[in-house]
C-alpha cells in the first residue's frame, strides 16, 4: 500500500485530494476482506500457516495482498484458494525466510508473469493511462458540471 | 458548431474504443508472455516414465524444441492430446512434456504415466514438476501452456491454452522453420 498515493505530485486542489482518494480507492482495494491467512496444509507441503517472525508475517501479507492470482486473475495471491495461489504464497514465504527483498520478490514474479501479476501497477509510461483516467474524468464531469450550473444560472426563474 | 461536433467526437471516439475492445479476437485472458526472447528457465526434473533418469533442457541447447507444460487434471490438456500426438508424428521437432503437479502429491505421476500407455505418447521425454517450481518458472498460470525454444535457449513463443492444428501450422511451423535458418 505504498506505491499508490504519491502517484501525483500534490495539488492544493479540494477536487485533486478526492481524485486522489477515489483513484486510490479504485485501483488498488481487492474484492473480499484480507484478514485471516489460515492455510489449510495441502499433503506434501510444507506449508507452516504463520510465518515464525512477525515481522516477516506482515511483510509477506502486504506482498500477498499486491500480487494477482493468475488463475483466478481478479483475486490476490492472499485471498484465492487457487493451487498456483499457494504455490505463489510459498515462493514469497521461502524468499522472506531467505532474506530477500521485497523489490526482489516483484521482481521475480514481474520476471515470469509480467507486469500484470502486480496489483497496483507501477506509474510508468505503459501505465499512465490507468493513473491518469480517474483525474481526467474528474476534470471532465467538473467542467461539464460547471458549465451546465453557468448556464442554468443564466436562465429566467419562471421558465 | 460545438454542439455538434462534441458529442460526434465523444461518438467517434467511443466506436473506436469499442472496435478495439469488443474485438471478438482477441483473447482478454491472453497475457503477454515477460519470457519472449529471453532464455528457457533451466530445469533438471526427474523423469515420468523411468523416475531414475532425469529430464534436463541444458541437454537441449543447440536444437529447435517445444515445451509442453500439462497435467491429468486438465479438461484441455486431454483436448490437445489428439493434437500433440499427431504433431509428433511428424518428427518436426522434440516435445518436453512437463507434467505439473498441481496437489503436488506423488499421484499425478502414476497417473500421468497410465494416460500415456492409454492415449499414447507424444513427448520425447517427459518431466515430472511435483512441486509446481518449473511452471512457475515458466510463468504458467493455467495448464496447457506450450513453448518454443530456439537454438540458442531462448524462448520464441508462447501458445497458452489447448494446442490445434490451426496454431500449429500458423504459429509454430514458421517460427520452426525461421528458427533452423536463422542459426
Known amino acids: 500500500m505504498t506505491r499508490r498515493s504519491h502517484a501525483r505530485s500534490p495539488a492544493p486542489a479540494l477536487a485533486l485530494a478526492v481524485a486522489v482518494a477515489a483513484a486510490a480507492a479504485l485501483a488498488v482495494v481487492p474484492a473480499g476482506s484480507a484478514g485471516a491467512f489460515a492455510e489449510t496444509p495441502a499433503a506434501g507441503l510444507d506449508e507452516q500457516g504463520q510465518m515464525q517472525d512477525p515481522a516477516l508475517q506482515a511483510r509477506f501479507e502486504h506482498i500477498a495482498k499486491e500480487l494477482r492470482c493468475l488463475q483466478c486473475q481478479n483475486e490476490t495471491i492472499a485471498d484465492s484458494n487457487a493451487d498456483l495461489a499457494r504455490d505463489l504464497r510459498r515462493q514469497v514465504r521461502e524468499m522472506l525466510i531467505d532474506g530477500k527483498s521485497d523489490d526482489a520478490i516483484f521482481t521475480f514474479m514481474t520476471d515470469r508473469y509480467g507486469e500484470f501479476v502486480r496489483f497496483a501497477p507501477p506509474l510508468s509510461p505503459k501505465t499512465a493511462l490507468i493513473w491518469g483516467a480517474p483525474f481526467f474524468m474528474l476534470l471532465l464531469g467538473g467542467a461539464i458540471v460547471y458549465r451546465v450550473v453557468r448556464q442554468r444560472s443564466r436562465m429566467p426563474l419562471d421558465e | ?183
Not at chain 2, 460526434?8 to 508472455?33: C, K, M, W
Not at chain 2, 499425478?108 to 515430472?128: D, H, I
Not at chain 2, 491454452?161 to 542459426?183: C, D, H, N, Y
Request: glycine share 8%.
Open chain 2, 1 to 183: 458548431m460545438w454542439k455538434f461536433l462534441l458529442p460526434f467526437a465523444a461518438f467517434v471516439a467511443l466506436v473506436v474504443l469499442f472496435a478495439f475492445g469488443l474485438n471478438p479476437n482477441r483473447d482478454i485472458h491472453a497475457l503477454p508472455s515477460p519470457l519472449i526472447g529471453k532464455p528457457a528457465p533451466e530445469f533438471a526434473l526427474s523423469n515420468v516414465i523411468d523416475p531414475s533418469t532425469i529430464v534436463s533442457n541444458a541437454a537441449l541447447k543447440g536444437q529447435v524444441y517445444v515445451v509442453n507444460v500439462w497435467g491429468t487434471w486438465c479438461a484441455e490438456c486431454r483436448v490437445e492430446h489428439e493434437e500433440l500426438l499427431a504433431i509428433s508424428r511428424e518428427h518436426v521437432v522434440p516435445i518436453i512434456g512437463i507434467d505439473w503437479s498441481v496437489d503436488h502429491g506423488p499421484g499425478e505421476r502414476e497417473k500421468a504415466k497410465q494416460w500415456l500407455e492409454r492415449l499414447g505418447n507424444p513427448y520425447s521425454q517427459v518431466a515430472f514438476d511435483q512441486e509446481g517450481r518449473t511452471a512457475i518458472d515458466f510463468g504458467v498460470y493455467a495448464a496447457p501452456e506450450t513453448f518454443l525454444v530456439d537454438r540458442q535457449g531462448n524462448v520464441i513463443f508462447k501458445h497458452i491454452s489447448g494446442m490445434t492444428q490451426e496454431v500449429w501450422e500458423k504459429q509454430f511451423l514458421p517460427r520452426i522453420a525461421a528458427a533452423r535458418k536463422g542459426a
